[in-house]
């Protein structure tokens, strides 16, 4: 493959890691999706050679962690704060919807607004509701830093494949 091809792809799959890495931070946008993708691609047109493959599985078990790492905390944290599983549920659906019904804003309204809701109605005590709702707000921090943490760890490696491989 010519230098420029290869430079021009890395350039191509590095801006769309960063697209991915910057919209870890949108807790709709699937930014570890998006960077597993690029290095997808990147090894569809380079390649893949016995480090890439190995390098390429750890960076797909990431990318299906950091998938998964939203939900969990988000739900723990609501819970943890005395929401109720059916609550958590359902704003977990009603995020889905708002996202999909509203994108991108949809999803980061409805979720906090169904716990706040579904927990004032379940307890009329509003108190409780802000508390359940801080308790989302709290975990969704969390898993910012760590989904933010885990697509950086996929360029990492990423990286070390590229260079490695030639």
């Known amino acids: 493959m010519p230098n420029w091809l290869h430079v021009s792809i890395f350039a191509l799959t590095q801006v769309i890691m960063l697209i991915g890495l910057l919209g870890l931070i949108v807790p709709v946008f699937p930014g570890t999706v998006v960077i597993w993708l690029a290095a997808l691609g990147y090894g569809v047109v380079t390649g893949f050679h016995t480090l890439g493959i190995i390098l390429f599985v750890i960076i797909t078990i990431l990318m299906l962690i950091g998938t998964l790492v939203d939900n969990l905390f988000m739900g723990a944290g609501a819970r943890k704060g005395g929401a109720s599983w059916t609550t958590i549920i359902v704003a977990l659906l009603a995020g889905v919807l708002g996202t999909l019904l509203f994108p991108p804003i949809g999803g980061i309204i409805a979720a906090p607004l169904a716990i706040l809701l ?3 109605t379940r307890t009329h005590d509003m108190q409780k509701s802000w508390q359940a709702l801080r308790g989302l707000a709290t975990g969704f921090g969390l ?9 950086v760890l996929m360029m990492i490696l990423w990286w070390i494949w590229v260079w490695q491989g030639q």
């Open 118 to 120: 579904l927990e004032y």
């Open 143 to 151: 898993s910012v830093v760590v989904r933010f943490g885990i697509g």
